[in-house]
């Protein structure tokens, strides 16, 4: 048997055990350049990984990175590994403003970012080395590693050592750094490989960004435990997707991939045939899109349920009744209970607080002690700030959210953060951001907005206030005026009432 060359370090050799003297096995095809090979993949991310230590990087250390999405930026991952440092990827979505705040936050040795933001981004570098790396795998990051012999040898790291942080937004509006370990991701990737039956014969279409964990830990993560092959594309696009369906056999999205899917009449039960599996999670998938597809395509999407804390909790089964509505029973080694406010264990069929346990569950939120241990129940309870029922059968159906939390296109946006930002716009008296039903983005961000007495105020200038400061799909797609808000006796807004109001803004 081939040696692992990463031995000791719990990811990188995990990740690398299904190729290891399989070197000239597909790893990746990407449009307009050579497929990648597994050899060439690991080769790249050895030099990436020479290239950090290069720069000063060492063990414990953080990797920032916003850039387009690219093989390079794969193997940048691979490499930040290997280096035995922290990832973090970065939304590209987010403006300097929201990158200035991260790297404050977590001071990372290095930022890697697209070279035609540099400008913006310098006087954000919080003492970070800037490098580059460009959609098309060129910048000063790869240019380093070009020059570095392959061959890097691996940071000891055991399970229980930091291997991503990845941020998510909070109820307060202040982000936080979610921190996951080798073990984390190693459990959770090799759980969901036999979950769906991932093997090296598979090539998953994957067209999901890299900086999240739906196409970071899920997509990319499963098929490198596989041994399998990415059919890797810069972004979501139905008629890409649909065209390279005759070389797949699997597919990974949100649920706006599998609407706008629907609304291509090129799909059909024959373009389908040659796929064995189409999952979907991120955000609820209506049953009706779940029935349509069937219909169509003779495929039952696989519904499952994750957090970025947690990777994924639970999954409808491959074999067996995949359960339009919900999100399966919890996977192997994993457990999950709903519970009332007090914490005691609802009976099957209740609805309650979902909260979770198991090897995937991370480690804690950066540098923030008291806010983990908020989250946290005795015994280990991670509580998702999900509302869920568990069936007599142990499916699980998440009903509604605790947490006020916008799921935008599988983005999630907290609304606090937006509410904050609009009401120090001149002449805002107070806001409330809500989800709508979208029919593209399941859910549209939307403002209300109390102007204060006598202020001229429109829908233009407050999207234009915002522009510069939030990410594009922060932004609201729609701002109303009120007098007043909603209020409980409580005095809290009730946001149920502003969404019942508006309901059918965006109805298709
Ligand atoms: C893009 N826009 C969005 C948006 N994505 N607005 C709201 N919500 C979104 N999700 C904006 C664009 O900036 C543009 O604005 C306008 O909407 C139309 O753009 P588009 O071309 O239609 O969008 P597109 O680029 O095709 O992107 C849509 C998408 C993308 C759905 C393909 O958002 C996407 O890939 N989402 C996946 C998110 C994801 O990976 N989530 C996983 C998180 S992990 P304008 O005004 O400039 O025209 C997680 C854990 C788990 O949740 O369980 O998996
Ligand atoms: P994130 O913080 O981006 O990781 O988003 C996690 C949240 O997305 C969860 O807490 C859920 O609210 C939601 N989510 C993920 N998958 C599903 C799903 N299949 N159905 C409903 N909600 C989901």
Redesign the pocket.
Known sequence: MTENPYAGNTLAAGLRAASLGREDALFAEAEGRPDMTYGALWQGAERMAAALRAHGVVPGDRVAMQAEKSLEAVQLYLGVLIAGAAFLPLNT?YTPEEIGFFLSDAEPRVFVHDPAAADALAPKAAGATLLTLAADGTGTLAEAAAAEAPGAEASPRGPDDLACILYTSGTTGRSKGAMLTHGNLLSNALVLKDAWRFTAEDRLIH???IF????LY?ALNVTLVAGGALIFMP??DAKAVLAAMPRATAMMG?P??YTRLLAEPGLTREAAAPMRLFVS???PLLAETHAEWTARTGHAILER????ETS?NTSNPYEGERRPGAVGPALPGIEVRVTDAEGRVLPAGEVGGLEVRGPNVFKGYWRMPEKTAEEFRDGGWFVTGDLATISEDGYVTIVGRAKDLVI?????VYPKEVESLIDEIDGVLESALIGLPHP??GE??TAVVVPRPGAALDEATVLRALEDRLA??KQPKRVFFVDALPRNTMGKVQKNVLRETYAGTYAA
């Open positions: 979505a067209a999901l960004p999240h964990a739906h196409g899920v972004k979501f949100v706006t991939f999670g991120s955000a349920y994750g957090m970025t994924m935008s296109g599988g983005y999630n593209d983005f549209a961000v594009r799909y």
